[in-house]
């Protein structure tokens, strides 16, 4: 037999194995959907996926050459014919090997794949003087007395990467390496104590009780063990944990160990479940009957959250109760722990059965759900991030995507570049599957599905054909920065205005909490030198590197690189300039990020309590919760964050909403600005109307120095649907998204020239097969270089009504045109972004 198989690796065309017909292969029957471990290269070893069996070699292959697969994971298939349609559809529609998805759709616990690790030649002598570099790689290796490293180690060690350097001593034979598979996942194992068979009785325990009696402590612990059993009913042939019967005690630890040893107790390793649900919670009896969805796709466009979040938890009950999995996908992990009401309301509609699948969650747990929902149909709810829509729910009755308008539902880094709300639509069209998003600020999109009649507005959850118990109350003023700094009133290098200080002091003195927008995070997005006029850059990609105050460095928040402040300009050398008399540093921090906001709030307002929320205060669990606690005890006076503060628990008695600077919301280069930016202001100030009751009105203060920007108008109308309408209408005349389906092509390599021309090259092939008024030529993006990459672009376009198909296999001819044309392409990377963000 020979099995075709997945690798999870970014390669086109089909791997074949040959399946052994000894050892665990002849006891054990191989099918589709099994992992297996092969070799792949000259010693390398990956964990694949069996996609088809055949009795016969593929064709024009000698089968000596085919490599047998050398051992079996799984007992039975892991992946189901429907997991592989939905993988292959992936694929397919953005433009990605099965491997790329198949690395995407399950746990990496579940992909074991060999490791390198690397010693020290015992044999080598150097017979020439090594470089400096290659001396302290050896004598990092001579340090572990034997002991391997992994590459990753080594790398640690050093402090840098030693790729180049490994690569000479393994040429020279100083150095050897070794490939062990490395499994990440492990069951969970406890030890529990039992009582061995030959004492499992009346008589047997009294002769227990007579060896015992000189050993009055290990007595004791017997007949502890006997009361917690009768306690427990479980009986003589039950067992009780270890750590509880031992109470945490290191000297009950040593009697357990004496009475094992006399033969008295057992230990049994038993495996124990890291994700078991709830206890079974009473149920919502004041849920009212959820509303029917009779088309497909449903979506819910209600004004407050608490209409959403009932309308899901009305649909999620109605499901469990019918026996059905419910998958509920949100954008943000970051926003689950502000949600606990939320979901404390979604474990009781779920009757206790509830998951969670998001990053938040550690490895072992993801990889056990995954497990766990393959063998089970259980009712239950899911919840998750974007990658849990490639979850294997059996008996899936329902899907809903939260907030749908969020970007983050897109994958924005690793091919594939998939939208995890499309890849729901798909797979709702597929299974006869109801699909209900949700959101108070719908996308573009679904606002242009709606009114062609693909989605079914829920008719409670229209805002104006229901009499909202409060309306939207804000007053919206603008601050001209312009005015403000020519007539001197606002000073160099300030970002906080005398007209919004004044509302601040103001909002303060009534009692109320302010809530101010910086979008941009950091201290200052670049550095200038006022000799030369220079920019500090990132040696890695076109961009100014930003300064973190928190972190007292440069960052470049593209490729992560990181530099201390220097004290003189990199350019010019220059430490300092003299400015109208007076001396200062040359290197000047230009720009308003989120830390430097919350520094002038603090020496503005040195009374008031300031929190600032933005990536780094939610970066783990831990801040999270540090975060939510200090808001849960009230005294914070000033929130200053970016756009991630809408996802926190910060909106009770908020009396001013103040955008420091506009103009960077709206002058991001992207023809979706607007309506970010338009989504984000009013879910700010929706979610302060329903916290206060509609009882208060809020202030919206926004600093721009061009306050008659037509965006600011159509704000003033607090009317969303016809500001959308007015951008579709845009976007049709400018042939983009939702008429036209987009794709950006990005062609990535180290060499510029090699790139600028295969990039030329690929996009002359493109316009052969799809014309050149669908195919842009190749041009630079607005980043040109990113991690030592340099960047071209291609821009497609295909109507919206005109299949995908034919698109795809142009791009894919033209792919292999191209590597057979030109040799230089395969020095070129080419990523497909499909209706990107």
Not at 161 to 167: K, L, M, W
Not at 384 to 402: E, K, N, S, W, Y
Not at 414 to 436: C, E, N, Q
Not at 782 to 790: G, K, L, M, S, W
């Amino acid at each position: 037999m020979y099995a075709e198989l997945i690798l999870p690796l970014a390669l086109s065309g089909q791997y074949h194995y040959r399946v052994p017909e000894q050892g665990i292969f002849a006891e054990q029957q191989l099918l589709s959907g099994m992992r297996v471990v092969v070799s792949f290269g000259a010693k390398r070893f990956y964990t694949g996926i069996v996609r088809r069996l055949s009795p016969t070699p593929p064709e024009g292959v000698d089968e000596r050459h085919i490599k047998p697969i050398e051992s079996i994971l799984d007992q039975k298939p892991l992946v189901t014919e429907a997991e592989f349609a939905l993988w292959e559809w992936v694929a397919h529609y953005y433009h990605a090997s099965l491997g790329q998805v198949m690395r995407l759709a399950l746990p990496t616990g579940l992909l074991p794949e060999s490791q390198t690790l690397v010693t020290l030649c015992p044999e080598y002598q150097s017979d020439r003087p090594l470089e400096p570099k290659a001396l302290e790689l050896l004598d990092a290796l001579a340090q572990t007395k034997g002991q391997t490293l992994t590459m990753e180690q080594l790398r640690h060690r050093l402090g840098y990467d030693c790729s180049r350097v490994f690569d000479l001593l393994y040429n020279l034979g100083a150095v050897q390496t070794e490939e062990r598979l490395k499994t990440r996942y492990k069951p969970r194992v406890k030890v529990y104590v039992a009582l061995s068979t030959d004492y499992r009785s009346t008589d047997a325990l009294s002769r227990a009780e007579e060896l015992l009696s000189r050993a009055p402590k290990q007595l004791e612990m017997l007949g502890r063990w006997l009361i917690l059993a009768e306690e427990r009913g479980i009986g003589l042939e039950g067992c009780i944990a270890r750590e509880e019967l031992a109470q945490h005690s290191p000297r009950d630890l040593i009697l357990i160990r004496a009475l094992v040893g006399r033969g008295i107790f057992v230990l049994q390793h038993l495996a124990e479940s890291r994700i078991a649900p709830h206890e079974d919670p009473p149920p919502i009896t004041e849920i009212g009957k959820a509303e029917e969805l009779t088309h497909p796709v449903s979506l819910v466009y209600t004004r407050y959250s608490r209409e959403r979040e009932e309308q899901i938890i009305g649909q999620v009950a109605q499901k469990i109760r019918e026996g059905y999995q419910v998958l509920l996908l949100s954008p943000s992990a970051a926003s689950f722990p502000a949600q606990a009401q939320f979901i404390s309301e979604l474990t009781r509609a779920a009757l206790g059965k509830i998951y969670h699948y998001h990053p938040l969650i550690n490895e072992a747990k993801r990889t056990e759900l995954y497990l766990h929902l393959t063998s089970s149909e259980e009712a239950c709810l899911v919840m998750g991030t974007r990658q849990a829509i490639f979850l294997p729910m059996r008996r899936l009755g329902l899907i809903i995507v939260d907030q749908e308008q969020e970007y983050l539902y897109k994958q924005q880094h690793s091919a594939p570049l998939f939208h995890a709300r499309d890849v729901a639509l798909w797979l709702g069209h597929k299974h006869s599957i109801p699909i209900l998003l949700s959101s108070e600020t719908p996308s573009a999109e679904a606002i242009f599905n709606v009114l062609r009649g693909k989605y079914a507005l829920l008719a409670k959850s229209q805002p104006e054909a229901t009499e909202q118990p409060h309306a939207l109350a804000f007053d919206l003023k603008t601050i001209d920065l312009v005015e403000q700094r020519e007539q001197g009133r606002m000073p160099y290098g300030a970002s906080i205005s005398p007209a919004l200080r004044e509302a601040m002091e103001g909002a303060l003195r009534a009692g109320k909490r302010i809530l101010l927008l910086q979008n941009r995070r950091g201290y200052a997005p670049y550095a200038l030198c006022d000799a030369c006029g220079g920019r500090i850059g990132c040696p890695h990609c076109n961009v100014s590197l930003a300064y973190h105050s928190s972190q007292r460095c440069m960052q470049c928040h593209y490729c992560g690189y990181e530099q201390p402040l220097p004290v003189a300009c990199p350019s010019c050398g220059t430490r300092s300039v003299v400015y109208r008399r007076t001396e200062r540093p040359a290197l000047r921090l230009v720009g308003y990020g989120v830390e430097r906001v919350e520094e002038e709030i603090k020496e503005l307002f040195d009374q008031a309590e300031v929190l600032r929320i933005d990536s780094e205060s939610l970066q783990s669990n831990k801040r999270i919760q540090e975060l939510h606690q200090r808001i849960e005890a009230g005294n914070v006076d000033i929130i200053v964050g970016t756009q991630l503060i809408k996802g926190q628990p910060i909106w009770d008695n908020i009396g001013l909403i103040a955008v420091v600077q506009l103009d960077t919301i709206l002058a991001y280069p992207d023809f979706r600005s607007e309506e970010r930016a338009y989504q984000l202001l009013m879910q700010l100030l929706l979610h302060t109307s329903e916290a206060s009751g509609g009882e208060s009105s809020c202030q919206l203060l926004l600093q721009t120095a061009r306050p008659e920007h037509p965006f600011i108008e159509m704000l003033k109308r607090r009317d969303y649907k016809s500001f959308i309408k007015q951008q579709l209408s845009l976007r049709q005349m400018l042939r983009f998204a939702p008429f036209w389906r987009m794709t950006y092509i990005r062609l990535k390599g180290t060499d510029e020239s090699v790139v600028e021309s295969i990039a030329q090259a690929f996009a002359e092939l493109l316009i052969q097969r799809l014309g050149a008024d669908r195919v842009s030529d190749a041009q630079e993006p607005y980043v040109a270089r990113i991690d030592n990459q340099h960047i071209r672009e291609i821009v497609c376009r295909r109507p919206f009504s005109e299949s995908f198909h034919h698109e795809r296999e142009a791009f894919a001819a033209a792919e292999q045109e191209l590597t057979s044309l030109y040799p230089l392409a395969k020095r070129v990377r080419i990523i497909f972004d499909i209706d990107p963000l």
